[in-house]
C-alpha cells in the first residue's frame, strides 16, 4: 500500500463483487429508472484480483445492461488503464470520454516515497496515448501537495509536468498526517503555509486548463443528461465529457438525454446554450 494512505488497515484486504452481482445491481438501477451510472472504488483497475474475472470482463458485461446509456470509470490507476480498456471506450456508446486518474506527484523521487506503481514517464505516456485515441476526453487527475520530503525542485517539478500534460482538471489535496502510515515517521515535513502556496498554484493551473477544455467545445454538440436538483431558477446536466451545463429549470427535461449546442460559458464557468 501507499505510504501515506490508511485504507488497507481501516477496510482490511482488498475484494471484489463478481461480475454476476455488479450486473445484477446494475439491473436494479436501470428499474429504478436511472440512466447514468459512475464506477467506483478503491482501486477499481484491481477488480477481480485473485480470480479469473478483470476490469475488463465487468465494463464489456455492463455494456450489455439495458435502460443504462451511461457509464463513468472513475479513479483508475495509470498502470492499471490497458490499451484494452481505452479502445473499448472509444467504441463503445456508453462508456464516456472521461477517465480520473490518480498521479499524486510529478516527482519521480516523491513517487517513489510515496510507494505509488508508475513513474511519470509512464504517466505521460499514457495520458499522451489516451488523448490519441479519445480526442475529446475529460481527464480529471489526482495530485497531493506538501508530502514529507516536497522540496521546492520537487514541486517545481510536479507543476512543470501537470502544465505540459494535456488534461482538464486537477483535483488538488493537501497532504496531513494520518497516524500508523509511514509517512508519518519520514522526516522534512513541510510546512502548513507552504502547503497552502503549492496548493494554491496548482487550483490556479487547474482553474485555466478546465478553462482552455470548456472553451474548445463552444460551437458544438452534445448529449446532455438533466439532473433533478433546482438550483435557484437553474438545473444543471453534463455532456459525455462531463462539461457541466447550467439551463433554465424546466421538470420536463429532470432525467432526460437531450441534444444540446455549447454556445458559450457563463460567469460562474458552466456551459450555456441551446436544446436542439
Excluded: W
Aim: charged letters at 30%.
Amino acid at each position: 500500500p501507499c505510504t501515506y494512505c490508511t485504507i488497507p488497515s481501516v477496510r482490511g484486504k482488498s475484494r471484489s463483487g463478481t461480475v454476476a452481482e455488479i450486473i445484477r445491481q446494475a439491473n436494479e438501477i436501470a428499474e429504478k429508472g436511472f440512466k447514468e451510472i459512475i464506477l467506483t472504488g478503491v482501486n477499481i483497475g484491481d477488480f477481480g484480483k485473485g480470480t479469473d474475472e478483470t476490469f475488463f470482463d465487468l465494463i464489456k458485461a455492463l455494456d450489455k445492461v439495458k435502460g443504462i446509456e451511461r457509464y463513468r470509470i472513475s479513479s483508475i490507476e495509470p498502470n492499471l488503464i490497458t490499451d484494452e480498456i481505452i479502445e473499448f471506450t472509444v467504441k463503445s456508446n456508453k462508456f464516456l470520454p472521461h477517465f480520473h486518474i490518480p498521479l499524486q506527484s510529478g516527482s519521480d523521487k516523491i513517487l517513489k516515497l510515496m510507494k505509488r506503481r508508475y513513474n511519470t514517464e509512464l504517466f505521460r505516456s499514457k495520458i499522451e496515448r489516451i488523448n490519441e485515441l479519445i480526442s475529446d476526453i475529460f481527464l480529471g487527475i489526482d495530485v497531493i501537495v506538501g508530502f514529507p520530503g516536497e522540496t521546492d525542485e520537487d514541486f517545481k517539478d510536479t507543476y512543470n509536468f501537470l502544465n505540459r500534460l494535456n488534461i482538464s482538471f486537477l483535483h488538488v489535496f493537501s497532504y496531513s498526517v494520518r497516524p500508523g502510515t509511514p509517512a508519518e515517521m519520514m522526516s522534512g515535513k513541510i510546512s502548513a503555509k507552504e502547503i497552502k502556496r503549492r496548493s494554491n498554484l496548482l487550483h490556479q493551473l487547474s482553474d485555466r486548463k478546465h478553462k482552455v477544455f470548456y472553451e474548445r467545445f463552444i460551437g458544438t454538440e452534445h448529449k446532455v443528461l438533466f439532473e433533478g436538483a433546482k438550483h435557484q431558477n437553474s438545473m444543471f446536466g453534463f455532456t459525455e465529457n462531463y462539461i457541466k451545463v447550467e439551463f433554465p429549470y424546466n421538470e420536463n427535461l429532470v432525467n432526460k438525454i437531450v441534444d444540446f449546442q455549447i454556445t458559450g460559458i457563463n460567469e460562474k464557468g458552466h456551459a450555456e446554450g441551446l436544446i436542439k
